[in-house]
């Protein structure tokens, strides 16, 4: 019985040795060329928008004298985008009175202004956008090239335009009481100015 178990395990030992001697005569076969290409796409979203920039040169003025206020705003765009403007009431209104009343008591209650528009940009550095009077920025039935009350609406920044980290300034004046064909009423004036940026579509 004991020949026979060392007979059994030399012949185990033979066999592990051919075993082990087969992988050396196999040949792998080599890639068939030189590159490799891995193609990788990846996207980010459209971004646009707004912020107010610090305080106004000037937050108010007297409506009888010479008055420029300067809205400064960041822009941060990295597509495209267009830039609006529009005005809730088209020129400083007294307060407490509407359009349809405005100047009924012998004074007028209404002082008409223009308002300027002006940005940075990536690719064309600074958009002048010309300016337009107050009237002008309640319709889209106007000549105001940056009139916008909504999303993709107002002057379009250039096509393959971006602006991204970028200021842009939106001016009001108006003139002195000369100017006026009837005299104000004292009080309070006010209007309501809207910036609007966004992707065009």
Known sequence: MRFLGTKFFAACALFSVACAVIPENVQANAPSGNTLRIDIEASISQRCGIAALGSNSDDGGRIDEPTRIAFRFGLDCNTPFKIGVAAQNGALQLVGTTGQNAGTSGFAHRKNYVAGLQFNTDQTGLVRAGE???????????????????????IYSGRNTTAIGREGELTVTWQGEESDAVRLAAGAYQEILTIIVAPST
Do not use: D, I, K, M
């Open 132 to 154: 337009c009077v107050s009237s002008a920025l309640t319709s889209a039935n106007t000549s105001c090239r940056f009139y916008g009350s909504e999303p993709g609406s107002g």
